[in-house]
């Protein structure tokens, strides 16, 4: 058994010699830049767009009604200029009737609500008029906030000086107007036998660059 062993190992060594030996290991790298600064953010009354209550009479039965606009102010401050993105999280994921929008719960387990998202307006960046941008890919291109592409939940969202290029800025001071649009699905598929609230939910965290 033994000179078996050692004859079939050596004729794989010998038939393996002239080709090329796969490496049996592979690199993990861990990068990273710890920053000084940091950017606090903070939405005006508590960061709460409340509705208040409507009747079910109100809402159309075979497409999305929206409610009227809610307005709040954002700001972030930071301890320097700094260049830095705002990354969503819908913490309601998965439950929005339209795509790239954050949801608004479930009713009935199944029953999807609505959506809602948001429009960045009045954009200033330490005090001077800055634009909204917004990147789909995680920061390596960037888009400018408008009709075509939106601050949405699957992009990350920041702020770029006005002209041609589109870029996020350093900036010490943000502040914009934040309008919150929320529509409700069809009342076709929905079970609206008895009070329902809505529970929309959204995590807004800096992302520094």
């Given at each position: 058994?033994?000179?078996?062993?050692?004859?079939?190992?050596?004729?794989?060594?010998?038939?393996?010699?002239?080709?090329?030996?796969?490496?049996?290991?592979?690199?993990?790298?861990?990068?990273?830049?710890?920053?000084?600064?940091?950017?606090?953010?903070?939405?005006?009354?508590?960061?709460?767009?409340?509705?208040?209550?409507?009747?079910?009479?109100?809402l159309n039965p075979d497409k999305h009604t929206y409610l009227p606009e809610i307005i709040m102010q954002m700001t972030v401050n930071c301890d320097a200029a700094t260049p830095f993105a705002?990354?969503?999280?819908?913490?309601?994921?998965?439950?929005?009737?339209?795509?790239?929008?954050?949801?608004?719960?479930?009713?009935?387990?199944?029953?999807?609500?609505?959506?809602?998202?948001?429009?960045?307006?009045?954009?200033?960046?330490?005090?001077?008029?800055?634009?909204?941008?917004?990147?789909?890919?995680?920061?390596?291109?960037?888009?400018?906030?408008?009709?075509?592409?939106?601050?949405?939940?699957?992009?990350?969202?920041?702020?770029?000086?006005?002209?041609?290029?589109?870029?996020?800025?350093?900036?010490?001071?943000?502040?914009?107007?934040?309008?919150?649009?929320?529509?409700?699905?069809?009342?076709?598929?929905?079970?609206?036998?008895?009070?329902?609230?809505?529970?929309?939910?959204?995590?807004?965290?800096?992302?520094?660059?």
């Amino acid at each position: 058994m033994n000179k078996y062993i050692t004859l079939l190992t050596a004729t794989l060594l010998l038939t393996g010699a002239s080709s090329v030996i796969a490496a049996s290991s592979t690199d993990l790298t861990v990068k990273g830049l710890i920053t000084p600064n940091a950017c606090t953010p903070a939405l005006a009354g508590g960061g709460i767009a409340d509705h208040g209550k409507f009747s079910v009479q109100d809402l159309n039965p075979d497409k999305h009604t929206y409610l009227p606009e809610i307005i709040m102010q954002m700001t972030v401050n930071c301890d320097a200029a700094t260049p830095f993105a705002i990354s969503p999280i819908d913490n309601r994921a998965g439950t929005g009737t339209s795509g790239n929008y954050f949801g608004l719960g479930l009713i009935n387990t199944h029953e999807k609500l609505g959506h809602f998202r948001v429009a960045p307006r009045n954009v200033m960046a330490d005090a001077t008029q800055a634009q909204a941008i917004l990147s789909t890919d995680g920061g390596k291109t960037w888009l400018k906030e408008g009709s075509t592409a939106f601050w949405g939940v699957d992009n990350i969202w920041s702020v770029g000086a006005q002209g041609t290029v589109i870029a996020p800025i350093a900036m010490k001071e943000l502040s914009l107007d934040l309008y919150v649009r929320t529509g409700i699905a069809p009342t076709n598929g929905l079970t609206l036998t008895d009070e329902v609230t809505l529970d929309g939910s959204a995590t807004l965290q800096i992302k520094y660059l």
